[in-house]
């Protein structure tokens, strides 16, 4: 707590009126966050106008006026939805009325009016609320409560005071909390008391530029008069860019400043206009731009965070800040960051997997353990490649885009993965910043690197290609897969339990990837190149879509065994129809003990468990280790099966073989088209062998990552064996609370009993609070600039929504967006709107009609199921949850890439 010069005691006395200068970052709970900000500007010595804040506790005398209010009033707006307009309104217009009533407290009067005096009782003030959950780093609160400007006079204050006070309740600031989960009743209002300059000119200046990201930008707001005028949004405000290092003005737009807002000679102010030589004139010159970002570098610098600080210049030039707070809206930059002060690109892992959510940090500090690039040595350890940013997970490039090989293979597999991310890497290895800066020279040994990698893929391919049986690959990549499985199981089971037993898991996760490696690319590779051969060989002669039909219904495919296998589920339960009403009755929780219980449900138990042994490890967003699997948590896995009995008996096994018989039928009129000429004998036979490359070939896609997740379900089993003891000893006060750890601090934790894990967990858990609700951006640099990215869209209907063809066809139907699948059943012949997909989703597609999603590429696990389905797909449509709406009839057309809403859903959620 900072010291009180005014002898106050803040413990015990609980003061009323605090001055700037005996406030900082600990007096939040006293002062609120623009309280707290403006003791730490004016005690490091910035030029801030002088003042005193009224405390939060004499918000608290004030409330405590009324003795039946308070219980009432929180209450009241407890109960309230955070979409409940009309119930905001009418409970804030009670509320405000109700306080409004309530005089100001003489001691607090006194205490108000004291500090007035010693600052000044003829000067003009302005008197700005300062909440406590308010100018924090994860909320700003920004313009939640209100402001009163060029207070004159005692009266004028003392009123001020009471109608900030009533301002937490207006319905914005109601809002404000409840759609972001504060409790009404910890929000406490304290107000700021400040000396009023007045401005000739004023603004925003935000250190970091809020539009890109990029840290090293100063993006200026300014205007004529009191910059009342910009934050309301009644002028438009000239804007400058700055080069926070060199000083270079980057941009500048003067705009059209029609009006401006001035202090009034008996208080208040007026909106007068500008002269026209006036309007659009620039209002700062560049050099008071660059001293503008100068100061707020400092401001930063003192902070350690990028700021959105509000200035004004008054009649002499001086430069004033009246009020910083974090800019909330950045994306956090990846940590660790580069060392050499070079340009680095950072591409998302999320993305690439197609798993945009927040990871736990034990899923961050796991699942990198895999990727075997940019280690040294221990293969149980995290690449120097990865870092994390906004809880996910992010890889530098940077080393193998100054490479030109490696570049052009990133390139092509990022545009296959991603088509977006791929679009702005190549925009940014283009600039001079980054193939001239200081990381701008391929890594020592790149070639070697490179070549210990693809070297073996690319001779196991030829290999495939053409000497190995067609037929064999799926059966050699599965033996491989169960036999790394089990070899990482035994080596398991043979270290003792606890941090023994996770050092064993580490190594486990780093060796799966470099042996799958060696066997499937090759495999799949074969796939693909011998589609590729047998559409030159078939060329013109080839029947339209038939390239396509060719992977549809392929057998063998892990992931549609797995889909097939809740449709059997269903169809047993369907022969029961008691154990079908409780699956598609409500607390799916409690389903499979209930079903125990009944004579009839014996059978259907026998496979739901023997499901569970084989895919129990699945589960949505399962390459974060800390989300719940199908065998923890079954009610998502439960709700598909309940959603498959809508659909017809067996329909999910009849759609298997037609696609399978079309597939094949596809295959050999392919093969008789490329039986043509002198060679025609020959280019059957080599016709014959593509086909069979692909329909054996291409199922191998999920086999690798089914492998990586059981060792990931092994790794989590040692986990939470190793929390036990820790659970006992009261080292952690939940068992899920050690996903909130990372794997070296568990380990470490285990092998030090003084190590605070609770500690850990209750800081990461504040910390990490607002990772949620971020949406990570595909691709982000060093310096925290997100580039754009967009569709080239051209010739398509009014108002369709760009994307990427993932599989053709075109359907119309009704949308259904799903963000969770284990809360949302899919009825047949809906289209499935998703951020994205992954195994522990497919089950929803055998109803669904399309896909649509927003992130993914042709090699992506959601299109390529709804191409195995031979279902239209598009993905990789920005924002699609957010701009389609359940009940929204659409027309997909995966030929051409685009979504199209055709009509409005009603209030039922149809059209």
């Not at 013109?540 to 809740?566: C, E, F, H, K, Y």
Request: overall charge neutral; proline content about 7%; hydrophobic content about 45%.
């Amino acid at each position: 707590m900072s010291p009180d010069p005014s002898g106050n005691d803040r413990l015990g006395d609980r003061p009323l009126v605090l001055p700037f200068a005996a406030l900082g970052a600990a007096d939040l709970p006293l002062v609120g966050g623009k309280g707290a900000n403006l003791g730490e500007m004016t005690r490091a010595g910035l030029p801030v106008p002088p003042g005193f804040c009224v405390t939060t506790e004499a918000f608290r005398r004030f409330v405590a006026g009324d003795p039946e209010l308070e219980p009432a009033v929180y209450a009241r707006l407890a109960a309230l939805a955070p979409d409940d307009v009309a119930g905001v309104r009418e409970a804030g217009q009670a509320i405000r009325a109700r306080l409004l009533a309530l005089p100001v407290p003489a001691e607090v009067e006194q205490a108000l009016l004291d500090a007035w005096r010693r600052l000044g009782p003829d000067a003009a003030y302005a008197l700005r609320s300062s909440a406590t959950a308010e100018d924090l780093p994860g909320a700003s609160f920004a313009g939640q409560q209100d402001s009163f400007l060029n207070l004159r006079g005692r009266e004028a204050l003392v009123d001020a005071l009471r109608r900030a006070w009533v301002s937490l309740f207006t319905d914005r600031a109601i809002l404000y909390r409840a759609q972001n989960g504060f409790d009404h009743r910890e929000v406490r209002l304290s107000a700021v008391v400040q000396r009023m300059v007045l401005s000739e000119v004023s603004g925003i200046l935000f250190t970091a530029d809020p539009l890109s990201g990029n840290r090293h930008v100063a993006s200026i707001d300014a205007g004529f008069g009191l910059g009342e005028a910009l934050v309301s949004g009644i002028v438009s405000a000239d804007n400058f860019r700055v080069d926070k290092r060199s000083g270079a003005i980057l941009e500048r737009r003067v705009a059209d400043k029609r009006q401006a807002i001035r202090p009034r000679a008996d208080g208040g102010t007026e909106t007068v206009p500008l002269a026209a030589g006036d309007s659009r004139r620039a209002s700062l010159s560049d050099a008071q731009a660059r001293a503008l970002t100068e100061l707020g570098s400092r401001v930063e610098a003192h902070f350690g965070r990028p700021q959105d600080i509000e200035w004004v210049i008054d009649a002499a030039g001086d430069l004033f800040l009246v009020q910083s707070r974090p800019i909330t809206s950045l994306f956090p930059l990846p940590e660790p960051g580069p060392t050499d002060g070079g340009l680095h690109a950072y591409a998302s892992l999320g993305h690439a997997q197609v798993m945009t959510d927040a990871m736990t940090p034990m899923g961050r500090s796991v699942f990198p353990i895999i990727l075997p690039f940019g280690k040294s040595g221990d293969p149980g350890t995290v690449g120097r490649l990865v870092s994390e940013a906004g809880g996910r997970l992010y890889a530098d490039f940077t080393p193998a885009l100054h490479f030109a090989p490696s570049r052009a293979l990133i390139l092509r597999f990022l545009g296959v993965a991603d088509p977006l991310m791929a679009g702005a890497m190549r925009a940014l290895v283009a600039r001079p910043a980054f193939r001239e800066g200081p990381a701008a020279r391929p890594p020592k040994g790149a070639l070697r690197a490179m070549l210990h990698w693809v070297g073996p893929i690319l001779l196991g391919l030829q290999r495939r290609l053409w000497l190995a049986d067609p037929d064999t690959g799926l059966a050699e990549v599965a033996g491989a897969c169960e036999a790394l499985v089990e070899d990482s199981r035994a080596r398991m089971a043979a270290a003792p339990p606890g941090a023994a037993r996770l050092d064993e898991a580490r190594q486990a996760l780093g060796r799966a990837l470099p042996t799958l490696l060696r066997v499937m690319p090759p495999v799949m590779g074969a796939g693909y190149a011998g589609r590729a051969i047998l559409g030159r060989l078939a060329g013109s002669r080839a029947r339209p879509g038939d390239l396509d039909a060719i992977v549809r219904g392929l057998q063998g495919n892990v992931t549609t065994d797995m889909d097939l296998a809740v449709g059997d589920l269903a169809d047993l339960a369907r022969l029961q129809p008691e154990l079908a009403r409780r699956l598609a009755g409500e607390d799916l929780a409690t389903a499979i003990a209930d079903i125990a219980r009944m004579p009839e449900g014996a059978d259907f138990l026998a496979a739901w468990h023997g499901f569970l042994d084989r895919y129990g490890l699945r589960g949505p967003s399962e390459i974060d280790i800390g989300r719940p699997r199908w065998h923890e948590a079954p009610a998502s896995l439960l709700k598909m099966v309940a959603g498959h009995l809508r659909a017809e008996p067996g329909a999910h096994r009849a759609h298997q073989r037609r696609m399978a018989e079309a597939g094949q039928a596809a295959g050999e009129r392919l093969v008789e088209a490329a039986a043509h000429g002198l060679l025609a004998p020959l280019r059957a036979r080599l016709a014959r062998r593509c086909l069979r490359l692909v329909r054996g070939g291409m199922p191998v896609r999920e086999h690798p990552k089914f492998a990586l997740i059981q060792i990931l379900g092994l790794t989590k089993d040692a986990i939470r064996e190793a929390a036990e003891p820790l659970l006992s000893a009261g080292r952690l006060d939940r068992a899920d609370d050690v996903f909130w750890l990372r794997l070296p601090e568990l380990i470490e934790g285990l092998r030090r009993p003084g190590l605070d894990l609770r500690a850990i967990v209750a800081r990461r858990k504040a910390e990490e609070a607002r990772y949620a609700s971020l949406r990570p951006p595909r691709v982000i640099t060093s310096e925290g600039e997100i580039p754009e990215v967009a569709h080239v869209a051209e010739d398509l209907p009014p108002g369709a929504l760009p994307g990427i063809s993932a599989s053709a066809g075109v359907v119309e139907g009704l949308a259904r967006v799903v963000l969770d699948p284990s809360a949302t059943l899919l009825a047949p012949g809906e289209i499935l709107v998703a951020p994205f997909t992954d195994p522990g989703w497919t089950p929803l597609f055998i109803h669904a009609a399309a896909l649509v999603m927003e992130v993914g590429g042709l090699m992506t696990h959601g299109s390529v199921v709804a191409r195995e389905y031979g279902i239209p797909a598009v993905v990789g449509v920005l924002e699609a949850t957010r701009r389609i709406q359940t009940g929204q009839r659409l027309r997909v057309d995966g030929n051409r890439g685009f979504v199209q809403i055709l009509a409005e859903a009603d209030a039922e959620g149809g059209t």
